[in-house]
């Protein structure tokens, strides 16, 4: 694994009946930040590797729009990232 990324509009996001969606924002990035890191855990104790953990803030993230029957939206999140070598 060079690169792993955990987008939190990937977690706790759904789209609802009426062609809208829900989306625990704050719960979102905590699971994906706590992925994260147990992914990192992982490779470095386990499997021994150097890791190295980052974000990226302020990322824009699209969802729905042409070819779905969802509207397009557009989320704003921070990407958290474990690359390993």
């Not at 987008?7 to 829900?22: A, I, K, R």
């Amino acid at each position: 694994m060079a690169q792993q990324c955990y987008d939190p509009t990937d977690y706790c996001f759904q789209w609802t009946d009426d062609g809208w969606y829900t989306w625990d924002r704050e719960r979102a990035h905590k699971v994906a930040r706590k992925d994260r890191d147990d992914t990192a855990r992982d490779l470095f104790w386990r499997r021994g590797r150097k890791i190295r953990k980052s974000s990226i803030r302020n990322q824009t993230i699209t969802k729905g729009g042409v070819g779905t029957p969802y509207p397009e939206i557009t989320l704003t999140c921070t990407i958290y990232i474990v690359e390993s070598d």
